[in-house]
């Protein structure tokens, strides 16, 4: 049977239907609606226009994006297994459509009505019980939750919320993890986001639970009158699927931001975006994928600007043998000091000594993070064994990319 269109709204106007091809069922077609306004564009790089986007074997980028991956896409699987036995990325998209990061929306009705049900995070944050929470809110918010990353996570909505937005979407990021496979990954995140900030990185408000099992991230993709930004990363911006996210390097990157990012908003952007390199290469986070740069707008016709930081964990403490996520120099071995004075100045144009007092400003970041770090340990003693690895991965990483054989 055939299966029907996907409506797609970009700030609740529609701009037009996603669907399979009639002659290949393979071929996913998009156009806009006759009319559509260009301020309600799906894409920076998907302008409106009379003929149909195509895609095959999948997804454009932009409706992609979003897609579940990992344990939220598993449990999708399984709970519409009966319901939709060729189970594929459009059908996938229909089932969480209603609620995803940024301003796209996907419906087959016309019109948008789907209301996410509400959760306090203090309960989240306080939750002491025995039995599984995340499972719950699996279960609960699994269909509301169109965000991508293999880590564990869904998207909420917070009931105090009701006192300051009008609209039902979600407001929070909850991230779980596998404490066999990554213990205290959600300290690490924790802890790493503080180093950020502390080195001058825009990043989201991010609290830690007090069992140490939740993540609870304040969405930055939402305006304070409660409206949804545009969001697209740089496996997007580069016309690259997902599974593109490894490929590539940081300067093609910095180039991209040059090709989007709005003039005005450009010189902070490409710091931002050095600082963002260097504090990964620093805290030793082979993570820091396409996917995990962005950039934000109202509309694809305002001003476009660099996205806070985010998903920010060092991964050696985890995979000894890391290596960066993408190419920086020709190579994804971590970086030493001159390597990255040299890319600083290549993305930001400025002199070796401003680029050095930017690697001074990631050191601090890096020493908030290391006394935080060893803080936590002298409150949380069982975890002393894991907080050695973090302490040791982000002392080297310092050491080598930051400090250098001649600043020793």
Do not use: W
Request: hydrophobic share 40%; glycine share 8%; proline share 4%.
């Amino acid at each position: 049977m055939k299966k029907p269109p996907l409506n797609v709204f970009a700030a609740d106007v529609q701009s037009g239907r996603l669907r399979r091809s009639d002659r290949d069922e393979d071929t996913i077609l998009f156009g806009y609606q006759d009319g559509c306004p260009v301020e309600a564009a799906v894409s920076l790089t998907m302008p409106v226009r009379a003929d149909q986007y195509d895609a095959m074997g999948g997804l454009l980028p932009i409706f992609e994006m979003n897609l579940p991956e990992g344990q939220l896409k598993e449990s999708l699987r399984n709970q519409f297994a009966k319901v939709v036995p060729e189970f594929d990325d459009l059908d996938l998209l229909s089932i969480v459509g209603s609620s995803q990061i940024g301003r796209l929306r996907y419906a087959q009705q016309e019109q948008l009505g789907k209301k996410i049900p509400e959760q306090s995070l203090q309960e989240i944050l306080t939750y002491k019980g025995s039995s599984d929470l995340f499972a719950h809110l699996l279960e609960r918010f699994a269909t509301y939750s169109g965000v991508s990353g293999v880590q564990p996570k869904v998207l909420v909505r917070e009931q105090e919320a009701l006192e300051r937005f009008t609209h039902h979407g979600a407001t929070h990021l909850v991230k779980a993890f596998d404490a066999r496979r990554f213990p205290e990954l959600a300290v690490n995140e924790f802890i790493c986001a503080q180093g950020a900030a502390a080195a001058g990185i825009a990043t989201s408000r991010v609290r830690l639970s007090e069992n140490r099992q939740f993540l609870v991230v304040d969405r930055f993709d939402l305006s304070s009158n409660g409206q949804y930004l545009g969001i697209e990363d740089f496996c997007v911006l580069d016309g690259r699927r997902a599974h593109g996210r490894y490929d590539g390097s940081y300067e093609g990157i910095a180039k991209r931001i040059t090709d989007f990012v709005s003039t005005e908003q450009l010189a902070h952007a490409r710091e931002q975006f050095a600082l963002m390199v260097v504090y990964s290469c620093a805290i030793e986070n082979g993570d820091a994928h396409r996917k995990n740069f962005s950039v934000l707008y109202d509309d694809p016709e305002s001003q476009v600007k660099f996205a806070p930081a985010y998903d920010l964990v060092s991964t050696t403490p985890y995979i000894p043998k890391d290596t960066l996520a993408l190419e920086l120099g020709g190579t994804k071995r971590f970086p030493d000091r001159k390597q990255l004075i040299r890319f600083v100045r290549h993305v930001t144009g400025a002199s070796e000594r401003a680029a050095s007092q930017l690697l001074d400003q990631v050191a601090h970041g890096v020493s908030a993070a290391i006394a935080a770090a060893k803080n936590y340990a002298k409150q949380h003693p069982d975890a002393g064994r894991f907080v050695e690895r973090l302490v040791a991965a982000m002392t080297r990483g310092h050491e080598r990319s930051i400090v250098g054989p001649k600043n020793r």
